[in-house]
């Protein structure tokens, strides 16, 4: 692999010197701001061999470095080994941003390449500021991988299907008024949809044009009067196009949207100048769910409940067993997915940890990485599935067999700390930033921290991780509303040693209002039991005790009456009331 | 005074249609982005006579409006009966923005007036951006005050005075070389210093211009090279005037800052665009306090606790002997304080608030609000200290005889998250916002909450709210480090009832380091007996119990020394430790 990118390398610095260029930046982004990337725009990838989901290459004449955040120190540490790509740690103070990186190494009338497509106009305007401060100059209009990328893979040609409205819940018709409504009120004409799965949504449309993802290659012109899409027209049949000759969708060719002149978002009228060009609108309606979609989602999670059960009812035993591995497991647990009805596939790509790898956080087996999984220590789990009715996203940290103090001690943190959000009552509308802490509270009292965010939206048979709310240590300002969904994963890492995360995919519902305003709070819907194995009781508050007995009895409750004998009394164990301490 | 107000108001709009306006905004701020302004700068309270510290008045041809936060919702409603002014509530969803409700009144081509001085650049530039939307032009070279207020107080001429290097802790020359070191890291030429408390620290001077704030009316250019103190020379005597000689600084008058061209800072070089042209270095350097400063503050606090304990023990009584009022309390209090080494009067105005004036978050009381304090309910009283070494901030909600349940709940509330967030260990460098939850997390699941921020910086003889860390629900970026101080003030307000607030003055201390990296935790450096009569012990943690007796017993060393031995018996049981609950 290495080879590989020396020689890519190699031919970029060539075509660099040929276009007058004195560096190139690769971003992890496409056109269609996606977590995942179709590999059509995987560059960044392609240059430098790194294949987490967030990193940015940058290349210059006699310099490469690839900057990725704490996520992925590890992993990229291994990958990048061999090639001429240093590691930049983003979110280290010691750390140069990429335009303070490239302003030290060039000089005064240099000229740095990006491909414009792959940037937001802000990303665009903000380097160009940072870089002009050094008189660097930006030229945007660039795309070596289309010349250098002989075996690039194309633009995905999948078929679309529609979603039906028993699982959307609410028709596409409605949901474009909706949109229109917003725009009268904010004075726009209209908006440019380029997020994949703003336009799923938007239309009740589905594809398997992004890994893991159902969305589709496309864009969506929405104005007053029309909604166009542009799209490769092979991937419809003619049910689709009926149908979207019925909601009154244009259909235009995908490459014809690059050539739009959007003469009517552009033109003299002032007032559009507050249009929302990208995103935001489609995104904040996407996310609150309907009744449907939450229908949806508890019955996704009772299917999925009950593979995960089958799996670890399964797991312990396996292990003492031998010759289990984590790809192995993978495979057992995707395999009880796989029979569950309305099973689409994988909603992200497992990460089936075992013991050390664990402490990385975004781990994923290979089958150079590959481990047996022995009868001690920790496992750490973080899998998902889409479901025509709902997507899922769950980690367990499963004890082996004998554990550490330490492990011990770190996984009662990380339980204490995804109690105490659950339990958290607070103020409607507040952002995800504002209740982050409560999460790390207990673990912040042992010298303990974790550099990700504490949970995401997650789609209704869309993507894994859906914006615009997060809750994270860092400023996310949307404000978190009754019927988002959120994950609630707190995580402890030890490098070289072991990870653990607990992670339910929660509802935020109602829970009344005072003379101070609405309150909301979380309600799981995942159902799986948490291992208690590992858990220092002492350490366990009365309430967050009361709190594991009733999630507990709730899963029991749930998943039960789908299981084999066997299987019911291995949950009803796991599922046992703890007594509180005195 | 309403009279007053339609006048003012009638004259302003015959200026407008002189100057061809349409509009007038008035802020609460000054040239030098004061809490509290000169009464020079005060065009907002002319012009509207709301007194809040924070509020925003703009007058049309037809129409008047007034902006302020929930703090002084209800003092603005009083104050603005009868005159031309309706009260906006900044905060709530309803409320436009100053710029939205311009665009619905006014129509294309108008003009909004402003003063440019007391906006920041950015303030100007994202006004004219929203206003621009709707075609309305900003003017920003007027001042209608100068003109039509024609009792108008002038810039205040006292003397400046040299704070001594054993409180400084440092000399003016080493705080300027440090400035200049981070200029050179920043590569820029020099800095603007238009901040009265930032001139204060740098230059170890003090003043008396500006309301409870020890500072000068005046800028300073720093350069590489140079400091210049543009200032009005009837404010040094020979003293300073040399002393300002001796470390170097050039004096000119304050009139001519208006005209500098600063040519050196706008000339070509294009490094020094980086120039924080407005204050956050040098707000940044002072916030970390150094030994003398801390060592300052821990003296000032046991003198400001001696006079807050001898009121204390005298408080009850002498209420339930009748006659005492708001006013006569504040006046006590004073009186006890300014008994002190080093007095050097309030820090900010007294909030000596009974029963439902508590609820007032800002009130302030004054002869027509004044009212007798009755041997029972709530008193609410937020008052600090300016002594040379060192400025206090400190809340105290008193029992002035039986109190309701819901006081005590929300009493009990209040101190449960006093005691959170200073039991909290948090991660080096992270913002207020991160941990303002931990303040509310036990009243939010009683469906309460309050709108103010949870805590704020205290200069060290300087401004009582000091920059550029907050704790607060809102997002404030600035990280948290070791050696600066903070307020910890959680509230809960129920209006025609009562108000609740517990305030300590905290120092950041360092608390270990870990591999996850430096940990902080809060400190208390107010030294006074929290009341613990309403507290319901029942809902107190043994941790938080714990918590208050070792704070009881540091206030009772620390004080019990400096008191009569009548003061010290009371001081003992208000002390005493409370045994926690099973």
Not at 48 to 54: I, K, L, N, P, R
Not at 100 to 122: I, P, R, S, Y
Not at 220 to 240: G, M
Request: glycine letters at 8%; one cysteine or more; hydrophobic letters at 35%.
């Amino acid at each position: 692999m290495s080879n590989n990118i020396n020689e890519r390398v190699g031919k970029l610095r060539d075509y660099l010197r040929k276009n007058g260029l004195a560096a190139f930046i690769f971003p992890s982004t496409d056109p269609h701001q996606g977590e995942y990337v179709p590999e059509h725009w995987q560059t960044r990838k392609w240059i430098s061999g790194f294949d987490g989901s967030a990193g940015t290459a940058v290349v210059t004449l006699s310099d490469a470095a690839l900057w990725t955040d704490s996520r992925y120190y590890i992993a990229a540490e291994q990958q990048l080994q061999g090639t001429p790509f240093k590691l930049m740690k983003d979110g280290q103070a010691e750390t140069p941003s990429i335009t303070e990186w490239l302003c030290q190494q060039l000089t005064e009338n240099n000229v740095v390449g990006v491909d414009g497509e792959v940037f937001t106009e802000t990303e665009i305007e903000e380097m160009q500021a940072a870089l002009g401060m050094a008189g660097i100059m930006l030229k945007t209009d660039l795309n070596p991988a289309e010349e250098l990328w002989t075996d690039r893979p194309p633009i995905p040609k999948n078929k679309v299907e529609i979603q039906p409205l028993e699982f959307a819940g609410e028709s596409a018709e409605s949901k474009i008024e909706r949109v229109r409504q917003a725009l009268r009120e904010q004075k726009a004409n209209g908006i440019l949809i380029s997020q994949l799965d703003d336009i799923a949504w938007l239309l009740n449309l589905r594809g398997s044009d992004v890994h893991c993802n159902p969305v589709f290659v496309s864009y969506v012109l929405l104005t007053l009067d029309e909604v166009t899409l542009f799209i490769d027209s092979e991937k419809l049949d003619d049910s689709v196009k009926n149908y979207l000759n019925k909601i009154g969708v244009r259909v235009k060719p995908y490459g014809e949207f690059q050539t739009l002149s959007i003469s009517p978002l552009k033109g003299e009228d002032k007032a559009q100048k507050a249009s929302p060009l990208r995103g935001g609108l489609v995104g904040s309606l996407k996310s609150i769910k309907n009744a449907a979609e939450i229908a949806g989602f508890r019955r996704a999670m009772i299917r999925d409940g009950v593979a995960m059960v089958k799996f670890l009812h399964w797991l312990n035993p396996a292990v003492e067993a031998g010759g289990q591995t984590e790809l192995s497991i993978d495979r057992k647990l995707t395999a009880l997915r796989a029979e569950q009805d309305l099973y689409r596939g994988f909603s992200f790509d497992t990460i089936a940890a075992y013991g050390p790898h664990g402490a990385i956080v975004h781990y994923e087996a290979t089958p150079e990485s590959d481990v047996k999984l022995e009868p001690k220590g920790f496992l750490l789990l973080d899998s998902g599935t889409q479901y025509q009715d709902g997507t899922t996203d769950i980690t367990r940290t499963i004890a082996l067999g004998p554990l550490t103090d330490e492990e011990r001690l770190d996984y009662t943190l990380v339980l204490k700390g995804h109690i105490r959000l659950a339990l958290t009552r607070f103020p409607d509308g507040i952002s995800g930033t504002q209740i982050d802490a409560l999460a790390r509270y207990a673990m912040w009292q042992h010298g303990i921290n974790y550099g990700h965010g504490t949970g995401h939206g997650v789609g209704s048979y869309l993507c894994a991780h859906e914006g615009p709310h997060q809750i994270r240590h860092t400023w996310k300002p949307a404000p978190l509303h009754a019927g988002m969904t959120v994950t609630n994963e707190p995580g402890i890492y030890r490098q070289g040693k072991h990870g653990v995360r607990i992670e339910n995919t929660m509802l935020i519902v109602e829970d009344g209002e005072t003379e101070f305003g609405k309150f909301l709070r979380l309600e799981p819907l995942t159902l799986c039991p948490i291992d208690l194995t590992p858990v220092l009781w002492n350490m366990m508050t009365a309430e967050e005790v009361a709190y594991i007995n009733a999630y507990h009895e709730k899963v029991y409750e749930e998943l039960s009456p789908l299981l084999t004998e066997e299987e019911r009394l291995w949950l009803k164990v796991q599922c046992v009331a703890m007594p509180s301490q005195p």
